[in-house]
């Protein structure tokens, strides 16, 4: 069968799928076919069940845990790090109200987390890569930047003026943030989904054991970070909670739902049933 994988065009993304993307690791009678898209993108997609396995923000899932079962390898996970929102001028603790946010997504865990943390802030959604752009121009007050921008906002003269990592680990304790998932279609079965997951889990653990071969392939969607930069972004989100998210992933999950119940953004829990 062919395999449709979607995932954002990203070098930690793309270091986790070097391997299926040059035609190694691969698994007896499955084809891949990769499908590059923005991880909100990838949301909306998700939620119409459209490809057989997909990256997806763990914001999102409780909109499609009825299509897809959570893998336990692939997930984006930060200890101690994740989103911030930066702005052009610092930002005391006082002035959050009616500012105007930039978000990567409605549906990503960026906003989720912003939503939480600031919920009296004004949104606008803008893609991910021009949100640093958006606020260096004054269009908004301040943006949630995901991906390399957590590296490279401070050489553009950019702000941290909110840190949901540290914010995260501080009030739990020391779980990793999840931030990213990958899914795995429910109607393909669980033994066929198995199968996908120690695929993926391959590819991780083949792109890991050939780290300069695959940072090489990663770089490529880069937007032009120089190499120790995409290096160190890479081992950020692809790391041991990457080949599998344990039990401190499956906690890290259950409270970030539990405390996007608290603020009345969902309605309950969803079940957590891994592949």
Do not use: C
Not at 86 to 112: C, E, F, M, Q, R
Not at 183 to 203: F, Q
């Amino acid at each position: 069968m062919t395999l449709r994988i979607g995932h954002s065009p990203d070098p930690d993304d793309a270091f986790m799928f070097y391997a299926l993307a040059h035609g190694v690791k691969q698994e007896d009678g499955i084809a891949v076919e990769h499908v590059l898209a923005d991880i909100e993108t990838l949301n909306l997609r998700a939620m119409k069940g459209e490809l057989e396995v997909t990256a997806a923000s763990a914001a999102a899932y409780p909109q499609f845990a009825d299509r897809y079962w959570i893998m336990r390898t692939g997930a984006s996970m930060g200890r101690g790090y994740g989103p911030i929102v930066v702005s052009k001028d610092p930002i005391g603790p006082y002035d959050w109200t009616g500012i105007l946010v930039a978000t990567p997504g409605l549906h990503t865990t960026a906003n989720l987390l912003l939503s939480i943390h600031h919920p009296e802030v004004r949104r606008e959604v803008i893609p991910f890569e021009e949100i640093p752009f958006a606020v260096l121009d004054g269009r908004v007050d301040a943006g949630v930047l995901i991906h390399e921008g957590q590296l490279t906002y401070q050489k553009m003269g950019l702000h941290k003026v909110s840190d949901f990592g540290a914010l995260w680990e501080k009030e739990t304790g020391g779980l990793p943030l999840p931030l990213g998932l990958d899914l795995v279609r429910k109607d393909l079965g669980r033994e066929t989904a198995t199968r996908i997951s120690a695929l993926l889990r391959r590819s991780i653990e083949h792109a890991l054991a050939n780290e300069d071969d695959a940072l090489t392939y990663a770089l490529e969607f880069g937007r032009g970070i120089d190499r120790e930069v995409g290096r160190k972004f890479v081992r950020m989100y692809v790391n041991e909670d990457t080949i599998d998210m344990g039990d401190d992933g499956v906690a890290a999950l259950r409270h970030l739902y539990r405390r996007a119940v608290d603020r009345g953004l969902l309605n309950r829990v969803p079940d957590l049933d891994l592949v």
